[in-house]
Antibody
Framework: QVHLVQSGSELKKPGASVTVSCKAS????????MNWLRQAPGHGLEWMGW????????YYAQAYTGRFEFFFDTSVSTAYLQISSLKPEDSALYYC??????????????WGQGTTVTVSS | QSALTQPPSASGSPGQSVTISCTGT?????????VSWYQQHPGKAPKVLIY???KRPSGVPDRFSGTKSGNTASLTVSGLQAEDEADYFC??????????FGGGTKLTVL
């Protein structure tokens, strides 16, 4: 079975950092890039960017440069999203996703279950 | 990169058809045939219904169809069923490895 399993909900104070993990199973981790998406209340889905799991090169959407970092550990087939200097507006549901079956077709058919990050003092 | 524009809501009665639009620009929808549609039920991750404008992944009913004209893509749900009530998102490739999503449309089955 092919799965992406994300870490649990996080409650953080403004200014802190958070790391969300996304563990892949059932497929070769380095074969498929990993994308990160954000869903905030009333804001729909936003694509944050992706990381090439073969080369390690990340690409960040314009709105997600600076405080956001994608990285991974191939030894545990896990991708990570780290957000630093958290702001209340970072409160959202974060997803990892990849194009497993639809590779190259620019559509995400394999999703994690989502991780809720809440930033509040 | 601006989000694609979708109507916030749509509705239809069981058995009817409903079409949801997704308007982009010549930099995304108008140039690339990489428009996808996703269905999201409450508390669930999105599920891809349509990719490359009109193709359905295995297992997606043919009640779901997609088209594109110019900068606007559309998703049509035919023979509406109660379980089609969900949020629907469009996305498009925007060049230079970027992807842009729409704001989402809440479909209500009356």
């Amino acid at each position: 079975q092919v799965h992406l399993v994300q870490s649990g909900s996080e409650l953080k104070k403004p200014g802190a950092s958070v790391t969300v993990s996304c563990k892949a199973s059932g497929y070769s981790f380095t074969t498929y890039s990993m994308n990160w998406l954000r869903q905030a209340p009333g804001h729909g889905l936003e694509w944050m960017g992706w990381i090439n799991t073969k080369t390690g090169s990340p690409y960040y959407a314009q709105a997600y440069t600076g405080r956001f970092e994608f990285f991974f550990d191939t030894s545990v087939s896990t991708a990570y999203l780290q957000i630093s200097s958290l702001k209340p507006e970072d409160s959202a549901l974060y997803y990892c996703a990849t194009d497993y079956v639809l590779r190259g077709h620019k559509a995400f058919d394999l999703w994690g279950q989502g991780t809720t990050v809440t930033v509040s003092s | 990169q601006s989000a694609l524009t979708q109507p916030p809501s749509a509705s239809g009665s069981p058995g009817q058809s409903v079409t949801i639009s997704c308007t982009g620009t010549s930099s995304d929808v108008g140039t690339y045939n990489y428009v996808s549609w996703y269905q999201q039920h409450p508390g669930k991750a999105p599920k891809v219904l349509i990719y490359e404008v009109s193709k359905r992944p295995s297992g997606v009913p043919d009640r779901f169809s997609g088209t594109k004209s110019g900068n606007t893509a559309s998703l049509t749900v035919s023979g509406l069923q109660a379980e089609d009530e969900a949020d629907y998102f469009c996305s498009s490739y925007g060049g230079t490895t970027t992807v842009v999503f729409g704001g989402g449309t809440k479909l209500t089955v009356l």
